[in-house]
């Protein structure tokens, strides 16, 4: 059986100001000697073999890769060279310095995804209403590689803007999301139209962005919905899988059981009617003029 490290020896993450904060296990502040002895031993070998990128590399975010890879070192630094791959080869750097996704208010009637405050545990809520979706009429304004490129833009933002303004919040560590996923109206030739983005955009969150989820509702989730299910489902791991609460449409009371009603959207039950839309305020602590 594991033993738990001694606090000297895993220690807290710095800032942590609630005194009721307990770290899940496999965070810092919560190792076994194994998992702190993969950690060093991961990121030793990112150093020596010249590989190590500081800002990107610190030990909650090597946690992250060890964790999607159950602490298996070999596979978890090939997920991570993987991922400096990808980086170069996709642009991520050039994204961040240059990407300008002007058509933003436009797609948002059409495909709204954003995010919108926090949820109970301090976690930035991001909503995505599929059922919303108009092919034709997204496509004559933007470009699947354009949608792609604004999803990795939001997902460092997310890590690097985000997840630290939620954290000085509440007190400590948020490291994952929490997710809405809207199917209202979603029909099947919609998806199958637009199925090769949400492969792609699956493919990047669980391979590029590892244990970023936190919690996961999909709501109004038809009947066909079980099809549709039977595409996306093989593309993800397990972990993924029992992250996802799949509700119809009786999805008020969970929904604000996890989120407080003056940050839910009043278009799922909450109170929140930012000026403008909540799609398009970005409001939450990382912006401090909402």
């Keep these: ?28 502040g919560n190792l076994t000697v194994a998992q702190l002895h993969a950690l060093d031993t991961l990121r030793k070998q990112l150093q020596d073999e010249g590989h ?24 978890a630094k090939a997920m991570v060279l993987s991922c400096e791959q990808w980086r170069k080869d996709f642009g991520v750097d050039d994204i961040m310095q240059n990407f300008d996704f002007k058509e933003k208010a436009e797609v ?17 809520v991001y909503v995505e209403r599929l059922g919303k979706l108009d092919i034709p009429k997204l496509y004559a304004i933007t470009t699947q590689e354009r949608q792609l490129k604004r999803l990795v833009y939001e997902y460092e933002k997310f890590l690097n803007e985000r997840l630290p303004a ?10 994952t999301s929490c997710t809405i996923l809207d199917l209202q109206g979603v029909s099947l030739s919609n998806f199958y139209r637009v199925k090769d983005y949400v492969m792609s955009a699956a493919s990047i969150g669980q391979d590029r962005y590892p244990e970023c989820m936190g919690k996961f509702y999909i709501i109004n989730a038809p009947w066909a919905f079980s099809t549709v299910w039977t595409f996306i489902k093989p593309w993800l791991d397990e972990v993924t899988v029992s992250k996802i609460d799949i509700i119809g449409s009786s999805y008020k009371e969970k929904l604000l059981a996890q989120i407080p009603a003056e940050n839910m959207p009043k278009d799922f039950g909450g109170k929140c ?13 990382w912006n401090p003029t909402t």
Excluded: I, W
């Design 52 to 75: 190590f990128v500081p800002e990107r590399m610190h030990d909650a975010a090597l946690l992250r890769f060890l964790r999607a890879r159950k602490f298996d070192v070999e596979k």
């Design 166 to 175: 939620c954290s000085q919040a509440v007190g400590h560590p948020v490291e």
């Design 1 to 28: 059986m594991s033993t738990t490290v001694p606090a000297s020896a895993s220690p807290m993450p710095e800032g942590v100001t609630d005194p009721n904060y307990k770290p899940l296990p496999g965070r810092l």
């Design 108 to 124: 948002d009637k059409y495909y709204p995804s954003y995010y919108h405050k926090m949820d109970k545990d301090g976690r930035p």
């Design 273 to 285: 009617e930012c000026p403008g839309g909540c799609s398009l305020s970005d409001a939450g602590p």
